[in-house]
């Protein structure tokens, strides 16, 4: 879950999009190949198709996610595309198609605002899907077409009447493409769907990326949302869940998906699954919110995109300011990894060490040594306020200390969860047995940060 991952959200966000001069860019797709895709297109470890002005998709490319190179519009009439890279490459959809079964590695699905269905989302067509051998040129265009247990029903009131698009899309190579289980086929579809009012998150599977059949969990002929509004009053997403991405962890699926009330641009929320079908939210969601204090993404906090390597996690996602569209970064190792990290990407602990026997108080820079202390031998006790400046809860703070021989220790409480923005004192109690110069090693970690502090501390 988001408690045993170690977010920090990159000090310079936005990373692209219009706040930083760019083209107005949210919806991000992203992709990661460590053999910069193999000669299948332009060469880069990360691209990034983005939705950007006039319905049109746009391509951008990097070697670390963080410093992007646009490469300007792709695709004309998609917009909230996903992209998936197949290596090994697959024939054409179309015989006779353009080109005519050329082999390609790339398919997108996306809403598409040139369907002809009604309103623009009122009909299966609504999302498409095309194929293309580079990530640049596009080919055998497809509308979506239901099964027997349709996606989009094109009916009102039905919570799947119309699609804003695909949410995200897993592949299943080794699928039997038999039976009503949808992970027992290729193509597992996370989509929006929509009244026309609220939004929802529903599921269809299918063999061909093109021919899809909903979700249905009571047998009713009728495809069910998986993940909807929670209509409770004063949630952050009461009636609107959508854009959302999912990776499957072991026998895990988590998703990070798009929310609000009134709109699905408020907020990204957090929420793991044993099936990919039951999703429970984090306690602590929403993940990330408009209401964070950062002007780029005041207005709109959403669309979320993960990509996970190895025990990391690498996280795009859109936000809007000023009315400007623009993609922002925030990275998270697992657990496991957390003491290996240096501390460098964002300061979100601040610590202030107060003296309680002097009155003394030390500002605290990351790291540093942060001042000295003149103490007798014998008891003290040293109280530190630990703040949690992120926008996340901090879970299971403790202070560990090195100290040198002749002195003895004590620190309460042992450890804590530190809310967002939010202070916790330590106190430590120091029983110092000899003269002398010493110098006391002061730890804060969590699973959000860790930071040291040093204090030289002279013994008469």
């Known amino acids: 879950s988001s408690e045993e991952i170690t977010w920090r959200e990159y000090t310079d966000n936005p990373v692209f999009g219009e706040w930083i001069g760019g083209p107005k860019a949210y919806y991000p797709s992203v992709l990661y190949d460590p053999y910069e895709f193999s000669g299948h297109g332009i060469a880069a470890r990360y691209k990034m198709w983005y939705g950007t002005s006039g319905g049109q998709t746009g391509l951008a490319i990097s070697d670390d996610g963080i410093n992007w190179t646009d490469m300007g519009v792709v695709m004309t009439d998609g917009y909230h595309a996903t992209v998936e890279y197949f290596p090994n490459g697959f024939s054409g959809a179309n015989s006779g198609g353009n080109p005519n079964s050329g082999t390609m590695y790339y398919r997108m ?75 027992d086929y290729t193509f597992v579809m996370y989509y929006d769907g929509t009244t026309g009012g609220t939004e929802s998150i529903g599921l269809g599977y299918s063999s061909d990326g093109i021919l899809w059949n909903g979700y249905d969990s009571n047998g009713d002929g ?41 709109a699905m641009n408020n907020g990204i929320g957090y929420a793991t699954s044993s099936d990919g079908i039951n ?32 025990n990391s996690y690498k996280m795009w996602f859109a936000g809007r300011g000023s009315g400007n569209y623009s993609i922002g970064y925030i ?14 990407i964002r300061k979100l602990f601040g610590i202030n060490i107060l003296n309680i026997n002097s009155g003394g108080t030390f500002a605290v820079q990351n790291g540093v040594e942060i001042g000295s202390l003149s103490l007798e031998r014998g008891t003290h006790t040293i109280e530190i306020d630990v703040f949690n400046m992120g926008i996340l809860k901090a879970y299971n703070v403790k202070v560990e200390i090195e100290a040198p021989e002749g002195m003895e220790f004590e620190i309460s409480p042992e450890k804590v969860n530190i809310e967002r923005r939010s202070v916790q004192s330590f106190s430590i109690t120091l029983n110092i047995l000899k003269s002398g110069d010493y110098i006391l090693k002061i730890r804060t970690a969590g699973n959000f940060a860790q930071d040291t502090i040093y204090i030289k501390i002279h013994v008469e």
């Open 279 to 310: 999703w429970t939210r984090d306690e602590n969601n929403p993940f990330l919110h408009r209401d964070d204090g950062y002007p780029w993404r005041e207005e709109r906090t959403y669309c979320p995109m993960v990509i996970r390597e190895g």
């Open 331 to 344: 990275s998270g190792s697992s657990e496991t990894e957390i003491l290996l990290l240096p501390f460098s």
């Open 222 to 262: 009728n495809a069910d949302p998986v993940l909807e509004g929670t209509y409770v009053v004063g949630d952050w997403d009461y009636d609107f869940v959508s854009r959302a991405t999912i990776i499957k962890t072991g026998s895990m699926y988590e998703m990070w998906y798009s929310g609000g009330t009134g």
């Open 109 to 183: 699905w996306y809403w598409d605002l040139n369907s002809g269905v009604p309103g623009g989302i009122y009909g299966v067509a609504a999302i498409g899907y095309t194929e293309s051998p580079d990530g640049v040129n596009w080919y055998n265009y497809q509308p979506l077409q239901n099964g027997a247990i349709p996606i989009v029903t094109g009916i009102w009131p039905d919570w799947n009447r119309g699609s804003y698009g695909p949410c995200d899309i897993l592949y299943n190579p080794d699928a039997a493409n038999t039976g009503s289980n949808p992970f």
